[in-house]
Every structure is written in C-alpha cells, then in structure tokens.
C-alpha cells in the first residue's frame, strides 16, 4: 500500500523528535493514505449537505411525511385488492377452512384451544351474548367489544379473514365439545334458532 | 539517572481479577443466551429471570472484566510510559479493593432488582456515588504519575487514557444524576425525551470511552511492542485521536432514531456516525499496518493473532456502526438481534481479544517467568474465533429474520405475521447456535485462565519484587519543544493543556443535544389536557416494572412506520412522555412493544399472563412470574416517592401525596372486584393489581383525545 514501508526508520525518528517509549516502542512518519483522507472528507461533505437539505432548507420530507405516504399509498394499493379480492373470494377455499386456521393463532389465547372459552366465552353452547347472527358476530369480531377486552380484529386481519373466522365460529355449535367448557353465558337459544340465524353464514 | 521500581503488584492483582470477573460476566452471559434458547432455564427463581441477570451480564462485562483489565493495562503502561511509579501505592490499593467491593455490591443489587432501568447505568445512587468515588482516586493516580513522570513526552496510548478519564467521569455523572426518594431507590431528574437522550448519549458514548479509547490505548502500546516495529504512522495517530474523541461524542442520538426525539437532534447522531468511520479506521490502520510489518511472525506467535484479530473486528465493527446509523438501515436493525450481534462483534472480536493479547503479554513479565504453554493459547485462540464467529453470524441473522417477519405484508395488504409468537419461533435454532458460540468463546476464556494461572505458579518467588528501572530526572528545558518540530509536540509536552483541549472537545457533542431538550417547550394543545401523571398505583406497577427488568425485553416507543402502527397502533409522541421519570422505551423488542398495550387486553388476560404466559401466549418464552400474584405491593415509601416526583416536576398536588393511600386502594379495589368476577380472590394488595394499573395505563391518555374527537 505504501512504498516507503521496507526503508529505514533512523530518519523519521529524528525529524519527529520522538523519543523511543518504554526502551522500544517507535512511531513511524508514514503520510496518512489518501483514501483515508478522501472518506473522512466525504463524510463530512455529505453531513453538511444532508443537514442543509433535510433541515435548514427542509427540502427533503420528515420521517412523519414519509409516514404519511407509505400510508396513503398502502392505502390505495389495499382498496384496488379488495376489489380483486372479493371478486375472487366465493371461488376459493370456503370461509370456514380460512377460519379455522385464523382461529387457532389469535383466539385461543382468550376462547381456547377447542373454543371452550377461557377469559372468552363458550362458543360450543347455545348461549350467545350478543345475537348469533353473521352480521352481528362479524361486527363483534371486526370491531371488537371494549367493555369485555375483546380487542377490534378489522384492522388488523381485515374484513376477509373476519369473515372466516365468522363463519368457522358458526360451525362450532355442529361439533360436540370433548372437554369441559365455560359455564355458560348470554342468552339461551334453541337449536333450531340458531340453526336458522345461522344458516345464511356467508352471504 | 535516578533508580526507581514500577508497582507491578497493584498490575497483578487487576489481572487476577480481570480472569475471575471475566469468566463469572461470560457465564452469566451464556445463561440468558440459554434463557432466551430455552426460558425454563431460570429454574423459576425470581433473581435469575431474563430482566435481572441481563444486567448483570452487561455490568459484569464493562465494569468487572473489561474495566478491571483497562486498569491493570493503564497502571502497567503508563509507568513504564512515563518513567515513573505509580503516584500513590496507598490509592492504588483502595482503587483496586474498593472497586471489587462495587463489583460485588453491584451484582447483589441488581439481581434483587433494584435498579435505575437505564441500561448500562443501572446502579442505585449509593453505588453510583461510589463509582464517581473510585473514578476520582483512579485520576489522581493517574494524573499524578504524569505529574511525577521522567518522560518529557506524552505517548499516543497515554492521551487515549487521559480522555477515557475526563469523559467517563462527565458521562457517568451526568446521567446518574437522580433524586433520592429512600435509601435503595431514586428517580432520574430527566423525563422522556430528557432521559433518552441523556441515556444514550452515555450509553453510546461509554462503548465510546471505555470499549474503544482506552482499548486504543492498549493497541498503540501492544500491537508495536509484540510486533517490535515502529507503530505506522505517527500523523494518522494524531488527526484519528481528536477526530475521534470529538466526533464520538456526538453519535448517540444513533440510538433514538424513528423516537420521538426532535428529528435534526437525530440527523446529527446519524451524520456524526458517518463521520465517525474515518477517525475510527484511523487506529485500525495504525494496527493493523504495524502488524502487516511483522506478517511473517502472526504464523507463530499467539499474541499477535489474537491482536490482529482484535484490530480487525474493530474495523469491521467501526464500519458496521455508521452504516446501522443510516435511518433507513437503522430502521430495519432497531430493536433486533442485530443489535446484539453488532455489539458483540466489538466485545468479543475487539475489546476481548484485545485484552486477552494483553493479559497473556503481561502475566509472564510480571511473573518473571515464560507462558505456561503456547500450544493451549493457540489452542484458545482457535476456539475463541470460532466462538466469535458462531456467536455473531446467527445472532445477525436472527436479527434481520426478526425485522423481516415484523415489517412483512400479505398479498392483503396485512401484516403477514400478525402473531408475535411465529416471528420469535422462527429465530429459535438460531438462539441455541448462539448459546454453543458464546460458550466456546467462554471456554477459551476458561482455557487462559488455567494457562495464565500454571504460568503464575511456575513463578520463582524470589523474582517477583517490583520491577527496577532507571532514567534522569525530568528537567524542565526537556519540555520545550524543538523548533522545526511538528507542532502537535507541543501538546503531548504539556498534559494540561492536552487534558483541558480534550475536555473541551468531549462537551460539545452532549451539551448541543442535551441542553435543547432541558428547556421549556410547550407540547401542543391537544394533549396538554390529557397527559396526566400515573395514579398511586400505577406508580407502584412502574416500579415493579422496572425492578423485574421488564425494559430489557420490551420497548415502549412505537415509531413512525406503517408495520408499527398497524401492529402496536398511534405512533409514539414526546408529549406522552413528560412525567415519565425514568423513561422506559427500551432498545430491544424481544417481546412486542407495550407502549399502546394499555386497554389492549382484559385484566384477566394480564393475569394470566404473568402466572405463565404460556397459558394465553402458547410457545411464548417469557419468564413466568408466578409471585407477582402472591407478593404484597409495598407502601412504605409511597408518599416520599410521590413527593420526590413532584419535586422534579410530576404536578401531583399536595392533596394527592397526601391521600395517596387511599386513592391507591380506590383503583386497587375497583381491578381486584373485576378479578375476582373472573375467579381469582384477594389480589387488591398484590403487586399484580398495581402491575396491571400500570400496563393498562401505557400509551392510553392518547386514546382519551381520539374518543373525545368522535
């Protein structure tokens, strides 16, 4: 890197009038490397470029506008795909199979593991706090239910996968419950009540 | 010539202790490695949890083993730089006892949990006057060996040393400054934003001066002495020194990126990092141009491989730094394992290996003796590299994993992995290869301490009296500076005006950052009205929050980035802040963010959860904290808390303080009637409830303004 490196050092010694440390310990006189310098220039060149640009004449966005149109362009791109997406949704696998799956990441924790409830309610029994209805049980889920802590899972599932897990949840009544389940809370309904609020599950 | 023995006893008895401490911080170390691997690890007992021994881990690391070799190193070179004893035996020795005393203090302290929370830092106020305490008798033994000293000239490793003293004194003291509210517990006198910045301008500033400036130290005087040639270039030693002590000084707000911190003080953390890769290469190159000098010797000689592995991974690290400083990098590696990696690539590659270089160059001059056996160092350098390497490249890689599962859409436009639980899993294996890494880098550590120790007791005891050297009395026409010289050698002849030109250097950097903050800034209307200061028990729950470490896991800083709002929600503001004595934003999400957990969950749901998380959270692996249920929530110092607080600013009327109590049992009462609904009985004065007021707390005041919106 350096084409002085193998020559002697006597005469570097002595033009720095350095003294030799601790019996041996010596500093050469070799020039700093260019690069080296032209990194550290640059670095500081940018710097005050940056800072002039991003701050004293603001002309480069703010991390809250960048925010603001990662969103808005998230945004967009999300309604075109719910339009593709509905379009397309009776043709794939039926609600209940998406459900099933989604069930088993977020509402065990509160409903358990066979939907014998928990810190949740019973979904097995006939008793339901709110009407068993796909469009209030879709409502329950999308928009949560604060009072109880059931948290809002539109948001963060959206209105497909809500619609699955509706939809598996009105399947559950059909399946007999091999545990114990939550004493039961709500409203009773008979089966066929429940047969018949349930029966238009997907529309 | 005058006669004059070094004080290599005080040296021996550092290094002893730098092997001991070294192995005990790297033990603990591979046991929260394995807690992370496998959480049952902490056998259940409360002082061994994940958010106790973590800090012990980093305390242990820095201020045992690293600190105690920094002092054996200084106390060895600089006598023999300076032509002198050391200034003062007696000090010496009350420095070297009393910091093991702090060593155990400290560790008794904070696996009892008690704490301050700020990482690095978090020693109780009567440790922190103790280390201040020991700091000063460092210094003036120092100092006081440049005073008495034979050597005209000041050597490069000496200015290293002289600003290591002069800034981690300003650090140290500056962010423990705290108000006392009972003997074991204080609360910062900073707030929110205040007490971020403050903390990581000390944080990133300690790896500053005490991982870098005082290893440099050790690097200009070992690197040219094992490779015996002349250290490569004398001018790019001096512009490195300034430009490093001054730059560094600046980068901490690298920490706080995407915060709530005012956006330019962040610009200028990220462009000073930038500027730091220069000054930082600077030292690197020296090294590592000095030892190419000696290439034909690293094929045999132990000593030097393990320096030039050190230099390197200081240059690997140096670069690694700035470029996880850029904002959109940053945003990426933040809060990750990457983070850890990066921070254990300087520790184990640079710092360790450094001191490794040093203990086994110093043990046989000091023993008089020859190294016990070279073949077991060669042997503990392979496996040392070995454990550096699986240690950093799984722990890097479980980082970006961690980032790219948080950050990632669905063909919906959702987050692909809503479920915290399936971005922790994922990373698993690779925990358990960090856990073999980190114990092969241990058992190196074992391996020297066995070689360095059979070395000591091969000693001849009748050699082992201090040193004898020799040199000429200090004449003052020594110091004047030859003209035609560099006029750099004006100052490394006077160690005044070089501390002094330091000290005014390091100050800068924090005093533009912080001083900004300290002054009144008025938030804006809307959450004037609705930012209040935690209830009674809420305050409780914080404390308790911070006794079981819970900021080591868990951040509560939500930032502008859509993946974060739509998995935590509204992003974080500094208003929210204000009365948050100490802050607890964290700087790792192990588990999730809390700072909008509040309102999240049912109470239920946190009770449950804290018994065993498992129950609600399958797979989860945060300890369990079954005596959070059982224990009584303790009101002896509630009152003089609470007065502490509003002495700082917290607007707590006189009235609250003085009804505090029964304003706790109100809230107290109204959780545990809500618990006992849902089964669990007498839990209105169990440190649960109060946990519970806390977290329903966090992040819920912002909400008051939406629902008042609607």
Known sequence: ??????????????????????????????????????????????????????????????????????????????????????????????????????????????????????IGPNLHDNYWIHEPTAASLTNVVFNGVSAKGMPAWGPILGERKVKGLVAYVMTLKDVPLKIPGKAPEGKEYSKEQLSEFMSNTTK | MEQFRYNDSIVRKFIIATVIWGIVGMLVGVVVALQLAYWKANGGIPWITFGRLRPLHTNAVIFAFVCNAIFAAVYYASQRLLKARIFSDTLATIHFWGWQILIVLAAITLVSGITVSKEYAELEWPLDIMVAVLWVIFAINFFGTIWKRREPHLYISIWYWIATIVAIALLHIVNSMALPASFLKSYSIFAGVQDAMVQWWYAHNAVGFLLTTPILGMLYYFVPKQAQRPIYSYRLGIIGFWALIFVYMWAGPHHLLY????????????????????????????????????WEKLKTDPILKFLAVSVTFYGMSTFEGPMMSIKSLNSITHYTDYTVGHVHSGALGW???????????MVPRLWRTNLYSKTLAETHFWIGTVGLILYYIPIITAGIIQSLMWKAFDAEGLLKYPNWMETVEAIIPLYWLRVIGGSAYLAGVVLMGYNLYKTAKSADKSLLSDELAQAPALEPNQLVVKRGAYFHKFIENAPVLLTLLAAGLVSVGGAVQIIPLLLPRKPQPIFETVIKPLTPLELVGKDIYIREGCYNCHSQMVRPLRDELVRYGEYSRWEEFVYDHPFQWGSRRIGPDLHRVGGKYPDNWHYLHMKDPRAVTPGSIMPSYPWLLQDRYNLKDLE???????????????????????????????????????????????????????????????????TAEK
């Open chain 2, 259 to 294: 915060t709530a911190l005012p956006e330019w003080t962040q610009t200028l953390g990220m462009l000073f990092s930038l500027m730091l890769l220069a000054p930082s290469w600077a030292s690197m190159l020296n090294g590592l141009l000095t030892i190419r000098e000696a």
């Open chain 1, 1 to 118: 890197m350096n084409p002085k490196i193998d020559q002697p050092r006597e005469q570097e010694q002595e033009k720095l009038d350095l003294p030799v440390f601790d019996g041996d310990l010596q500093e050469a006189d070799n020039p700093i490397p260019r690069w080296w310098l032209a990194l550290f220039l640059f670095t500081i060149g940018f710097s005050i470029f940056y800072f002039v640009w991003f701050h004293m004449m603001a002309i480069g966005p703010s991390l809250q506008d960048e925010l603001k149109i990662a969103v808005a362009k998230a945004k967009l791109e999300q309604e075109e795909r719910d339009r593709l997406m509905m379009a397309k949704l009776e043709a794939t696998a039926t609600p209940a199979e998406i459900g099933a799956k989604y069930f088993k990441n977020f509402c065990v924790s509160c409903h358990g593991q066979e939907g014998e409830g928990g």
């Open chain 2, 351 to 361: 710092v360790g290996f450094m001191v490794i270089a040093s203990l086994y160059y």
């Open chain 2, 640 to 706: 003089a808390k609470m007065r502490t607080l509003q002495t700082l600013g917290v607007p707590y009327s006189d009235e609250e303080i003085q009804n505090a109590k029964e304003l706790l049992r109100i809230q107290a009462q109204d959780i545990a009637n809500r618990l006992a609904k849902d089964g669990h009985k007498d839990t209105e004065d169990k440190e649960i409830t109060a946990l519970i007021a806390y977290l329903q707390r966090l992040g819920a005041d912002i909400k008051n303004i939406r």
